[in-house]
DNA sequence: ACTTTCATTTGATCTACATCAAAGCGGCCA
DNA sequence: TGGCCGCTTTGATGTAGATCAAATGAAAGT
């Protein structure tokens, strides 16, 4: 009987897990991989809203419609509650319900920083953020202390770069070409970044200071 | 006793409540009048992240310090709890965190919804949607029904639109005059605005038909 | 090895919005 | 009643990033 409240999904890099509007029985969290909401206006144009990385949560208590489109961008597994369940035991269990509101919150406040970013930010110093997030994300997943280089992979096409900075890809590839010729930067291949200095990668991306994050 | 966990505080229109950094031992939320949340950056860039209405919520159960600059954009009543206490309501009775999970989602939507503008909407969409966003609310405060023109109030300056939309104030002018011109809206003083048709200025703002906010 | 395909880079040009600079236009106080 | 001050509008010009268009490169199949 389990089975039918919790399960898991797998899908490929490039596969959509759910369309906008669609009928979304079921909230999940990101076991592996990255995964993207992003919206869609009429005319094609796209905006990423949220980046999904693991243990990130998706869908929500008390909605029936998918409000984005979901797409894995790496492969990606899922972990799935069917929704009913799942909402009778937010009111059985407090502190579910205190978790899933610290997470939100955590995503409002990412939400905002992007606001900022979207809304304030050159060309340049989005680049700059966008490597930034993910390095910091990085680096305290692994080793944490010396201000040496850091490593990073950039898990996403320059296009869903575009589509979550607000640029067009063109601009992606032109900026982070400008940032490796000034040494904020170098790649090896495609995806592989180094960053010889943290904190001249965030001067470049314009945040106050450590912008909050570190620390 | 009852005195020192909730407490009011009023402020004037054009009032700082709180800037970003200062130690914040409250949450509130709003009783009357609008509060805008703001980031800054160094060089003196600004982003508006958030925009408080009646009935909103400011802070952070466990968060010491704020994030944002908070404004009272009219005259502005709030109501405070002091932080400690607070936390602990909200371990004890579990609807508590339910309703502000709740609350947290629809911002979290609404920042999603902002980010598409930020990031894809052009000078005019960008206005014509914030247009929107006040006659929606306004309108399902006001009388429901008829297609009828619509009368709402701004209650921003130019320059709070232009922090909001992403723009400068003189693009934000421009785009009003050039929205009248065209006999999307029309004003009578600079901050009373009538929408002759709602179905027409949502056309403009480039949401997606009714942009799944009304109904 | 050779083509196909798809992502990326680079170049040339165009344009929406920013920036710089003056006027209007009320409201408020003397 | 007049003048000052903050907001807003309008005008002239500049520019960051979009758009249009090739060229390059790297992985995948035959």
Redesign the pocket.
């Given at each position: 009987m389990l089975e039918q409240i919790k399960y898991y999904r797998s899908f490929e890099a490039g596969q959509t897990v759910i369309w906008s509007g669609d009928r979304m029985d079921f909230v999940a969290s990101v076991v592996t991989g990255i995964a993207t909401l992003t919206q869609t206006m009429e005319d094609g144009r796209r905006q990423m809203v949220g980046l999904l990385l693991p243990s990130d949560f998706v869908g929500r208590p008390g909605r029936e419609v998918a409000p984005y489109d979901v797409t894995a961008t790496t492969d990606l597994v899922m972990c799935c509650f069917r929704k009913k369940p799942f909402e009778e035991m937010m009111s059985h269990t407090p502190h579910v319900a205190q978790r899933l509101l610290e997470m939100t919150l955590d995503e409002l406040d990412a939400a905002r920083e992007w606001m900022l970013l979207l809304g304030r930010?050159?060309?340049?110093e989005k680049i700059a953020s966008l490597v930034a997030i993910i390095a910091r994300r990085d680096v305290s997943l692994q080793q944490k202390g010396g201000k040496g280089p850091v490593v990073v992979d950039l898990p996403l096409?320059?296009?869903a770069m575009a589509d979550y900075l607000?640029?067009?890809?063109?601009?992606?590839?032109?900026?982070?070409?400008a940032l490796k010729r000034d040494g904020v930067i170098s790649?090896e291949?495609?995806?592989h970044v180094t960053i010889p200095s943290l904190d001249r990668l965030l001067e470049e991306a314009g945040d106050d200071s450590d912008g909050g994050f570190l620390g």
């Open positions: 930010k050159t060309a340049r096409t320059r296009e607000g640029l067009t890809l063109e601009t992606v590839s032109r900026q982070i070409s790649l291949g495609k995806r």
